[in-house]
């Protein structure tokens, strides 16, 4: 039987890339350009299963096809709010993604950012190499405790958890939970966490509020200006989930008019483009989605989408359909 005809999309690790090649007729993208909607179109047409990434936006344009010859989008991320589910169900289309290998370096990013944004960490080092350290003061660079402190995690899957097993045992936080659905009680006990029903109730409460939950349409701006307004003044925001759950224009207002502490990003609404205003803020830590940048994580992503299309493949069902 002939090999499945595979399209990588983007330039993964090597090793991974050297499996897909063994077991499948895989084409990779060299030119590690996120693919056009036309390429797209095209693609479809052509490959039986395409291992899209995050910068590839499969809806409408994309997916124009009458009969695709594409069973299969197995993606590389746990996210795929890039990918339409409705449009992709139309041609029974597959989709599956890559949890749990990715969840624990998340949260390790997650929690550089609070501490970054918690102790100035991103001032300090421009200044330095800025050539602009006058020397050690009572007063320099001040920033805010972190350990004992309360974190609200909004989002309480596999990364919401691991974060909060990150900042309850390694820094004595004190945990608050908002999910959508009700969080197992001994899932909440590992990390003496509290599950708060009203996202609205718990912000106030909160010294850090970390995102944690899927992006997509009905997370749109789930940190607007009214939430936002619900946090201390010297509460920090960080964002590992995706860009468009905070309105980054009601998060530079708050920034502006010292309505909250500080924030710290790794995705933004629209990346890889940022709102040059947002570069303007000292109050800010900003990284370019690094979330589950290591070379553990990536490897094993790959490997976990080998996974889903050998079942696939194998007339199995992918253990990570999400479809
Ligand atoms: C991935 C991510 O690297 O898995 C996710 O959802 O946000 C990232 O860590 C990225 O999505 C690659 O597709």
Known sequence: MAKPRVLVTRRWPAAVEARLSEIFDAQLNLGDKPLLPEEFRTAIREYDAILPTVTDKIGAPALECDKPQTR??????????HIDLNRVA??????????DVLSECTADLAMTLLLMVARRAGEG?????AGQWTGWRPTHLVGTKVSGKTLGIVGYGRIGQQMARRAHHGFGMKILAYNRSPVAPDVLAQCQATQVPDLDDMLPDCDFVSLHCPGGAGNRHLINAARLARMRSDAFLINTARGEVIDEAALLH???????GGAALD?????????PQ???SDRLVMLPHLGSATREAREAMGFRVIDNLQDFFAGREPRDRVN
């Not at 139309?90 to 949890?99: K, M």
């Not at 080092?125 to 190499?129: A, K, Q």
């Open 254 to 260: 708050a920034l502006w008019f010292d309505t909250i």
């Open 125 to 129: 080092e421009r200044e330095l190499r």
């Open 90 to 99: 139309e041609h029974g289309i597959v989709v599956t993604n890559t949890p």
């Open 278 to 280: 947002l570069l303007e």
């Open 72 to 81: 299969i989008l197995a993606n590389y991320g746990v996210g795929y709010s």
């Open 267 to 275: 995705v933004f609404d629209g990346e890889p483009a940022v709102n």
